[in-house]
């Protein structure tokens, strides 16, 4: 169960990134296949926690910026780490 409305997808810490990536990907995918259409415009959200952002997730997080993945990118910083 979860809190939130609509479809969402857990990953490891660091990882919301790549998690976004595939979403954006399948997403892309299923427009190019007429499964969806393109005007229902949906967007792609990642949410996570400030270490696993620019902490241990850094390098996910500069990757995604460098191949300029379309989402939304919501950093919390919680100073907690966990």
Do not use: H
């Amino acid at each position: 169960y979860t809190p939130f409305r609509g479809s969402w997808l857990y990953t490891a810490m660091a990882s919301a990134p790549a998690g976004a990536q595939g979403v954006r990907d399948a997403l892309d995918i299923l427009v190019a296949k007429q499964r969806i259409p393109p005007e229902e415009d949906l967007a792609v959200v990642a949410l996570t926690g400030d270490g696993a952002a620019y902490g241990m997730g850094l390098s996910a997080t500069s990757a995604a910026i460098e191949r300029g993945l379309d989402f939304l990118y919501l950093c919390y910083d919680n100073e907690g780490y966990g």
